[in-house]
């Protein structure tokens, strides 16, 4: 008997405008777009899959699409054992649509793609701007660690080609003699820590002005990590 996985989605990432069905991972995924009263949703058969096993493939999914489309989308939950595809109900509008969706993706074969492209979108969908920076951040660790992390960062600034990322590094030469030193220990170690300065105050809105600033180059990084040395694809062509 088939039994149908319902998953709402949210966020403004491409989605189809009419229920569509995909391959990706070696199941078939069925879309829906967003009604009156339902959400866009993701629906998935769970015979010969686990419902842990296809939540997981549904994030895989929902990251790439994060990331090829540079928009926030999460799943919010929904339920399972239907014997059909059903419509989740409206909970929040805010959507994606797209009349043609020609995805042609599957999961990265790298471990190391899948992690990154999670944590890209976690950065894009999570309402805190010390927690997203944060995540984004996490895609450099993917490639260093510890000390090596401002070395890292030193050799990623000069290959920066971000509007917004180049005119936070701008400003922050006037005022930082080692601007790699200052994101790893005031923004990375900051949020991350809070047994010794300095330390993000996530109620100190000067705290939170300044990160959503120097965000814009964290992110700028591991857009050109996940490009570059991951090489992953920003086309939902593939």
Known sequence: MDCWLNIGVLGGACWPTNESKINFGGRELILKPATKDTEQS????????SDIEALTLINRFLSILAWCDDQGIENFGGGSGTPIPVAVPRKHRVVGSSIAFPFNRDIEKNTKAQIALALYREGLTINSVPFAFLSYFKVLNI??????????IRSLLPKIEDDLAKERLDDLKKTEHDIPKYLY????????HAYSNPIVDPDDVTDLRRLSQDIWIVKAMAEYLLETELKVSRSILG
């Open 143 to 152: 490639f260093w660690k510890g000390n090596e992390l401002v070395k890292g």
């Open 185 to 192: 220990v005031s923004g990375r170690c900051a949020i991350a």
């Open 42 to 49: 993701i629906h998935i058969n769970l015979k010969g899959i």
